[in-house]
């Protein structure tokens, strides 16, 4: 069942949070739909410019197509991630997405009011919900590098005049989550002061975290005994730091680098393993069995497991 993504971040608000997977081929697709599938979660599903140069927006709505089919129980939006100016156009165009996100985060403040007000108007004339961003993410994901020096937390008083000035429906936040594998140094962790600040400014606003996954140890270390070199302080977002961003209105959790150590701690442990295979089907069919117990397992933990019956028998009264 496909449903715009804020009557999804309505019905969180305050209870749970929803996994927002970033995905770019057909066995992540799967193992997701899978993954919600045996959990009985909604999730959002991702394509970042980066996906859609790989696979082609057409390839990606007609794989999503199919999932639909395939798994008509499972409730789920669609979602732009991370869109310029350009892409969010040509997505709204498209009537392919649930909603897009404009990130013009990197901007001045004003300019980014005024690219995201613009992007709000033609998204808001096709019924199309807006993500926008204030504050600066540091780390590495698809074509994004940020610095440690450029990055900054969001501004609470910015962020009432930012959604008062631009009409956005949810606003992904900096409060110091990261985008890649190497997303906190030390002791350092979320920003929960500054998190309920701007909740307090924002009553009933959807918020979303970016860079989110958890990063497990153990996919690192499986990683690395199989012949990979990922740095042993590779760390992520833990659960219970999710949960308990929760009841500051966070109802979206973006999740990619997750799916990417697992694809490349199946691949290498295969090759590894059976050097003499060569069918590419035998770790796709891996992967995508292991990335189904991972969004089953992270549902759980993000409390939107068991979610979905309640929000199909909502959306069909």
């Given at each position: 069942m496909r449903i715009k993504t804020i009557e999804l971040l309505k019905a969180a608000y305050g209870e749970y949070a929803i996994g927002a997977y970033n995905v770019c081929n057909m066995e992540q697709?799967?193992?997701?739909?899978?993954?919600?599938?045996?959990?009985?979660?909604?999730?959002?599903?991702?394509?970042?410019?980066?996906?859609r140069r790989y696979a082609t927006p057409e390839m990606l709505e007609m794989m999503i197509q199919a999932a639909r089919r395939l798994y008509p129980e499972v409730v789920f939006a669609v979602h732009l991630d991370h869109g310029d100016e350009e892409n969010c156009y040509d997505a709204i165009a498209s009537?392919?997405?649930d909603s897009v996100m404009i990130d013009?985060?990197?901007?001045?403040?004003?300019?980014?009011?005024?690219?995201?007000?613009?992007?709000?108007?033609?998204?808001?004339?096709?019924?199309?919900?807006?993500?926008?961003?204030?504050?600066?993410?540091?780390?590495?994901?698809?074509?994004?590098?940020?610095?440690?020096?450029?990055?900054?937390?969001t501004d609470p008083d910015q962020a009432r005049a930012?959604?008062?000035?631009?009409?956005?429906?949810?606003?992904?936040?900096?409060?110091?989550?990261?985008?890649?594998?190497y997303k906190f140094k030390g002791s350092q962790r979320l920003h929960f002061d500054r998190l309920q600040a701007i909740s307090e400014r924002l009553p009933g606003l959807p918020l979303v975290l970016h860079g989110s996954s958890s990063v497990p140890a153990e996919e690192v270390m499986r990683i690395n005994a199989a012949g990979g070199q990922i740095d042993a302080s590779a760390s992520g977002v833990r659960e219970e730091e999710i949960r308990?961003?929760?009841?500051?209105?966070?109802?979206?959790?973006?999740i990619g680098t997750d799916g990417r150590l697992i694809w490349t701690r199946v691949h290498r442990e295969f090759f590894r393993d059976r050097p003499s295979q060569f069918d590419f089907a035998i770790p796709g069919k891996e992967y995508m069995d292991a990335y189904a117990q991972f969004v089953a397992q992270k549902s759980r933990k993000l409390g939107c497991a068991g979610r979905g019956a309640r929000l199909r028998e909502t959306l069909k009264s």
């Open positions: 697709i799967l193992g997701l739909f899978r993954g919600a599938r045996e959990a009985d979660a909604p999730i959002i599903v991702q394509f970042s410019l980066a996906a009537g392919y997405y013009a985060s990197h901007l001045p403040f004003a300019e980014n009011v005024a690219v995201t007000r613009r992007v709000v108007e033609k998204a808001h004339e096709r019924g199309i919900p807006v993500e926008a961003e204030l504050g600066v993410l540091k780390g590495v994901e698809d074509d994004m590098e940020v610095s440690e020096e450029e990055a900054l937390l930012f959604v008062d000035q631009t009409g956005c429906d949810s606003l992904a936040v900096a409060i110091g989550t990261s985008h890649g594998a308990q961003a929760v009841q500051y209105g966070v109802t979206k959790v973006n």
